[in-house]
């Protein structure tokens, strides 16, 4: 059977490993537009062929027709291989694959059970996942001074409830009598209890001991900032 746009649209995105929300919101479409797109009910206008072919990274071409390859969009064997332009030497970005949450932290505070609710991409923000981050991992916006200087407010950061914790990391913990997260650096001496501690050097009280009122719930891998324009 002759394929047509959407089975095309369909094979691409799960090569880059999206679902269907996710390429919605790429595209600044909903997952229904996606799935009609797929079925061949519905062909993507002329604007969302344009965000088609960057989003899968193919020709609008190869969408319509099938007859050009997206073999010929350049491909790296590894994160490491370089290419040269200008005698300059420039590393490939690292492949992103899927995209995650930004939740609030009161939601931060309730991830165990919240964490499989299907995210609505029409109210969801989504941020591109960082390379080796799990499906778990999700986003939140920095509120407060107590992380500065390193993590200003409005600092996204990326946290993975499934990477173990270890000494110098910052994470997110949880207080469990409250259910309020927090954000600090994990501290593990020698001969000395586990403490979390902000970074904020005009912070009063920085420690906090974990002990059985609070436990971490995952750890940040990644940050951005947005700049508005």
Same mark, same amino acid.
Do not use: N, Y
């Given at each position: 059977m002759e394929k047509h746009i959407g089975d095309r649209i369909r094979e691409r995105r799960k090569e880059l490993g999206y679902n269907q929300p996710e390429l919605g919101k790429l595209v600044g479409r909903t997952k229904g537009a996606v799935s009609q797109w797929e079925s061949g009910q519905v062909k993507p206008d002329r604007d969302s $062929? %344009?965000? =088609?072919? !960057? +989003? =899968?990274?193919?020709s609008q071409s190869w969408l319509m027709t099938g007859k050009e390859s997206t073999s010929s969009y350049p491909k790296r064997e590894s994160d490491s291989e370089l290419l040269t332009v200008n005698e300059q030497s420039i590393?490939?970005? #690292?492949? $992103?694959q899927g995209c995650c949450p930004e939740i609030s932290w009161?939601?931060?505070?309730?991830? !165990?059970?919240?964490?499989d609710i299907n995210h609505d991409p029409e109210t969801t923000n989504w941020f591109p996942k960082p390379p080796g981050a799990s &499906?778990?991992?999700?986003?939140l916006r920095?509120?407060?001074? !107590?992380? =500065? #200087? &390193?993590y200003p407010p409005g600092r996204f950061i990326f946290v993975d #409830? @499934?990477?173990a914790a270890d000494s110098g990391d910052d994470v997110i913990a949880v207080m469990t009598e409250t259910n309020e997260a927090t954000f600090k650096r994990l501290i @593990? @001496?020698?001969g000395s209890p586990r403490m979390l501690k902000a970074l904020n050097p005009a912070w009063q009280n920085p420690y906090l001991q974990i002990n059985g009122s609070c436990h971490i719930i995952g750890v940040? %891998? +990644?940050d951005m900032r947005m700049r508005n324009r």
């Open positions: $062929l %344009i965000k =088609l072919e !960057s +989003a =899968l990274k193919c590393g490939f970005a #690292p492949r $992103l009161v939601q931060a505070g309730q991830w !165990s059970e919240v964490c &499906d778990q991992t999700f986003v920095v509120v407060g001074e !107590s992380m =500065l #200087p &390193d #409830p @499934e990477k @593990e @001496e020698p940040v %891998i +990644a």
